[in-house]
């Protein structure tokens, strides 16, 4: 634990080097002589605001491809801190408009609202309570025209090749190390080669030997183009030395590439091949400022990464954009090595395109734990500590850098009770944490002036390192794990602000490791690119432990809340949370499939439903028998809606709820009952769980595209219109899902055969279709499988059994009776009794 004093001197020598100036000092003259008046919102001429509002987005811009409110807000905020105003109204007020200013000048991505919304569901300023408060995403012509001369650049040609004849001979020659690429490499290294794009693209997941095919096409275009005609960039320091080291070419990080371009002219020349390695890590604006000077000089740039790893901390999303508009024409390594079990090279494609069943096959293997924080961080060390004792290569990946540091202090702490380390001589670091000779660190910040002896190696960002001595004035003597030569000293100031433990590491840290085995700790708020990175570290093994008892600020409910909640559930939310940024192109249609998917307009449809028909229901159950105790106290409770939401599908199956509820109420009494709303739901959907009448007097279920109850009775004009409009939408959406995805030919509706060539049968085969369709995009169902896996919570089992009953009656059935009774593809026997 460090003193106050000795944080205190920590913030003083930081304050000092940001502000170039003598923290105290500064201080001193800011508070002290004639000081200014402190400022009132007033006082801020509009011209200035207005000034500022641009530099806000042009600030956020450099950073997002897409931003918010609250991202124009934190800018502002942040641009007006040196001020002094009389009050924190003045600030807020100032702040304000200086985001208002900034909206104005940002381009709306967010569509209008589709459909009105009544008076009650708006807010006093005319907006619908249906958008949530500032969540219109922004942009900037800036960032479309920057991504729109990546698109252009990518689909120019001619741009420098190698002949075919060469690339076929590289291509049939093993390696020095004896590697012979496969098919796919083979594929995607031709295709780049011959291809004559100035820009190109190729994809490769976790695992898929990118560095064997970037080898090979190394050789390639420097027997065509001469040595020296390739050279490597990447993001970071540690990846362009990795990239380096593989190839055996010169690199650079992109940010030092472009400063020495700017002060010292360094370019490209034509014929040559610039390789960005961890292209999805690279920002918009950095990519278009270098594949622009490669275009003028007449070089070919070639991004290599995978879109479903992580992505940039500047304006991003530019890689995922270029690979989406190649479509099927990308060259990509589909074939993934790194893996000792087949059956996990397949689980790793299935993690990267988010595809939920993948839980399942983990389930399967053993490999998710689940239950509170504290039992999976022991769980999860306690597994890394024993493979570590077994001599394998782990690694521990943790979500939160708390989680991290405490993981590394453990470690530490252990490897000095084994012996294996010795505390006597050890030096604090940044988190808090002490480290001694025979540690494991990592380090936090470049800086080129830390260089080995010969001069070779220099200390990076993200770099681990193992200590081999600590000198008294706290400056330390550092190599690379498992190297006997190229040691660096690194001094006290750096070891204490920049130096971590490495025992323990983020996702973040751990994208470019390969290990042995990987144990992945995972929150509800991990995303799905964290979970695919952490979960393909390890050769032989990959374990998640997954905490359920830590809540997930950005979803409601979480899964804390839920005494349901299990490690399946908790990793299907991570599955379908993407924490990708989007390019603006992408965004724009992002938004538009957001606010116009059967899922939003379901919730707003059913939540105006349930206004709407509110007085209808209470009246229902005031005169349904209870007391006005008990009336009341159903009308009061938290199951009230779950209640009208059956009430409203009762009705849809054509139930006569006037005489139906109260024999329901009569038929036992509530003196048990904690709530009778809750009672209520349960008879009333065991009474209904069919449509009523019998033979062929019974009517088929009034639902909206085969799922969602119609909702009946007299309503409000501005009711009945709401509703209306959302039903039309959603059935066009369903609709033009369904076709969208026969043409396409996506695999689910493989299963659907063709509609019949009468005109009732193509009627009645396209209204199942479309429930299948509607319930794929109410649930996010992305498998191959129509109805893909096995569905969470009441209301998707419910809509689970009405879109396998469509499916149903439109899988042929096979002869035999037998055979006919079994559900079709993609149906399994599960869910709930309706």
């Not at 000795?6 to 003083?12: C, F, I």
């Not at 105290?24 to 011209?47: K, M």
């Not at 059967?598 to 209870?626: F, K, M, N, V």
Request: charged share 25%.
């Amino acid at each position: 634990m460090r003193s106050l004093a000795d944080l205190t001197a920590g913030w003083r020598e930081r304050a000092t080097g940001l502000l170039g100036a003598d923290a105290t000092g500064w201080a001193s003259n800011l508070t002290s002589g004639q000081a200014a008046r402190p400022l009132q919102a007033g006082d801020i001429p509009l011209e200035t605001i207005a000034e500022l509002g641009a530099s806000v987005v042009e600030m956020v811009g450099e950073k997002r491809s897409t931003w918010r409110r609250w991202n124009l807000h934190a800018e502002a905020s942040r641009q007006t801190m040196g001020w002094r105003f009389a009050t924190v109204q003045d600030r807020e007020a100032i702040v304000g408009m200086i985001a208002d200013t900034a909206e104005q000048a940002s381009l709306r991505l967010t569509p209008p609202e589709l459909a009105s919304s009544p008076a009650v569901f708006r807010r006093t300023d005319g907006t619908s309570v249906f958008r949530p408060k500032h969540s219109t995403v922004f942009s900037s012509t800036v960032l479309l025209e920057t991504e729109d001369r990546l698109l252009d650049r990518a689909g120019t040609r001619p741009g420098p090749v190698v002949d075919v004849g060469t690339v076929e001979r590289v291509v049939a020659k093993p390696d020095r190390q004896g590697r012979q690429l496969g098919p796919d490499q083979a594929d995607a290294l031709t295709k780049v080669a011959v291809s004559g794009r100035l820009l190109d693209v190729l994809v490769g997941p976790a695992g898929a030997g990118k560095t064997t095919a970037m080898s090979a096409l190394r050789r390639a275009w420097e027997r065509q183009h001469g040595a020296g005609s390739v050279v490597g960039l990447a993001p970071s320091a540690v990846a362009a030395q990795v990239l380096g080291d593989d190839l055996g070419i010169p690199t650079e990080n992109t940010a030092k590439w472009w400063q020495n371009h700017l002060t010292h002219g360094t370019t490209f020349q034509p014929g040559q091949l610039v390789i960005i390695d961890e292209a999805s890590l690279a920002g918009t604006l950095s990519l278009d400022r270098i594949t622009g000077l490669a275009a003028e000089a007449g070089a070919k740039v070639l991004l290599v990464g995978d879109y479903g790893q992580l992505q940039s901390v500047d304006a991003g999303g530019a890689f995922r954009m270029l690979v989406a508009d190649r479509g099927e024409e990308a060259p990509e390594l589909t074939l993934v090595h790194r893996f000792v079990n087949e059956w996990e090279k397949t689980a790793s494609l299935d993690l990267r395109h988010g595809r939920t069943r993948v839980i399942d096959t983990y389930l399967a293997h053993d490999r998710i734990a689940d239950g509170d924080a504290e039992d999976m961080i022991d769980a999860a060390y306690a597994a890394w500590r024993a493979d570590r004792d077994a001599g394998r290569e782990s690694v521990l990946i943790a979500e939160t850098r708390e989680d991290v540091t405490a993981l590394n202090a453990r470690a530490r702490a252990d490897l000095i009770l084994d012996g294996t380390i010795s505390p006597s001589r050890d030096v604090a670091l940044a988190e808090g944490t002490r480290a001694g000779v025979g540690d494991t660190i990592i380090t936090r910040r470049n800086d080129r002036r830390l260089r080995t002896g010969t001069g070779r190696d220099w200390v990076r960002n993200g770099q681990r390192w193992q200590i081999t001595d600590v000198r008294d004035d706290g400056s330390i003597t550092i190599r690379k794990p498992g190297r006997r030569f190229g040691a660096i000293v690194l001094p006290a100031d750096y070891v204490a602000e920049h130096v971590d433990l490495g025992y323990a590491l983020t996702a973040h840290r751990a994208q470019g490791v390969t290990t042995d085995t990987a144990h992945v700790l995972v929150e509800p708020t991990t995303t799905r690119e964290n979970f695919y990175v952490s979960m393909t570290r390890g050769r032989e093994a990959n374990r998640a432990y997954v905490i359920l008892d830590r809540p997930d600020d950005h979803a409601a409910p979480h899964p804390s809340d839920n005494e349901e909640a299990t490690g399946r559930s908790v990793l299907f939310g991570v599955m379908q949370h993407s924490g990708a940024e989007a390019s603006a192109h992408e965004a724009i249609t992002a938004e538009q499939e957001q606010r116009g998917s059967i899922a939003q307009l379901a919730a707003e449809y059913e939540t105006i439903a349930a206004a709407a028909q509110h007085d209808r229901w209470a009246t229902l159950i005031r005169a349904s028998g209870l007391t006005t105790e008990q009336a009341d106290a159903t009308l009061a409770s938290e199951a009230f809606g779950a209640l009208t939401a059956e009430l409203r599908r009762a009705e849809a199956n054509h139930h006569d709820l006037d005489t139906l509820f109260p024999r329901l109420v009569a038929a036992r009494g509530f003196e048990d009952a904690d709530d009778i709303a809750k009672v209520l739901h349960y008879r009333v959907a065991r009474a209904t769980t069919g449509p009523a009448g019998s033979g062929r007097t019974r009517k088929a279920p009034a639902l909206i595209v085969g799922l969602i109850p119609h909702a009946r009775g007299e309503f409000a004009p501005d009711m009945r219109l709401a509703l209306t409009e959302r039903r039309e939408l959603i059935e066009a959406r369903a609709d033009a899902i369904l076709g969208t995805a026969r043409q396409a030919a996506e695999p689910w509706t493989t299963v659907l055969g063709d509609p019949p060539a009468d005109e009732r049968g193509a009627a009645r085969w396209r209204r199942d279709a479309r429930t299948v369709a509607a319930y794929r995009d109410r649930y996010g169902i992305t498998d191959d499988t129509p109805l893909g896996p096995n569905p969470v919570g009441t209301s998707q089992k419910i809509d689970h059994a009405h879109a396998a009953t469509a499916l149903r009656r439109l899988t042929p059935r096979p002869s035999g009776r037998d055979e006919a009774r079994r559900p079709p593809v993609g149906v399994e026997r599960h869910g709930p009794s309706l």
